[in-house]
């Protein structure tokens, strides 16, 4: 971009620099003691944050995060691979499958929420059809996959909106490899594994990378899922950062902000090993191409 792009787009830029610095260091701020709002000031200190590590709660909030993260995005990666490759083959000849794929990124995740609590709750239309199967005796007898800590309900509702997302920012790369390379490794005698392992995977690594941290760092912060889904004690990082926040003790508000800047800690360390793959897969990328 030009100097006079620049200079046109500076105004928005410093706008948006100064809200998020602004909110950052006030974040910061609070979580080490400074809060003169709520009548306390004890900065600098790590009081607050030492109050987080010593309640063995914290520590299985943050292991629930990371699973609900973690298993969703893993399952989306896998989902949205398999449908990418789908509509590569069959997508020419379909072109209404391109409608339909999107159609959940169009949607709220609360919307996505709802049709979850109406197809798989114990009352649900799942539960429903299967006791007029005959297939169980009630229908609260069906699964409970919702309201509970293995989270099926809250990845379902994560996996309507990312496995879509994930197949069309893998499809948009496989389409723009070229077709002539695979030809040429296949004249040299590439078998149809090795063609995928050096021609295919080096293209798509970079789009999969991207996909994968834009999903993880979403499931990480995500907050109306596991706070509607959510089987209760112990919370994911977001509720328990929004409880603390709600409590009539003003330090207990601290500490939330405490949970929050370590989750954006945690996000950081994870945006800089994203960076590194990042990097390495475009190494890969040119000495396949």
Known sequence: MSRQHWLSLSPVLLVMLLMTLGTLLFAVGQSLGYAPQYGINHFPTLRYYELLVAQPSVAMSLGLTLYYAVVATFLALVMGFLLAMALLRVGRHHQWLHYVYKFPLMVPYLVGIALVIVLFGQGGLMARLSYALGWIDRPDDFAALLYSHYGWGIILVYLWKQVPFMALSIYVVLLGIPEQTQDAARLLGASRWQRWRYV?????????????????????????????????????????????????????????????????AMLLVTVWVASLLSRRANRWQRISA
């Open 200 to 264: 295919v995977v080096p293209q798509v690594m970079p789009g999969i990378l991207s996909a994968v941290l834009i999903c993880f760092a979403f499931n990480v912060g995500a907050f109306e899922a596991p706070f509607i889904l959510g089987g209760g004690f112990p919370d994911t990082l977001p509720v328990l950062a929004w409880r603390l926040f709600t409590d009539p003790d003003y330090g207990q508000r601290l500490s939330g902000m405490a949970v929050l800047v370590t989750m954006g």
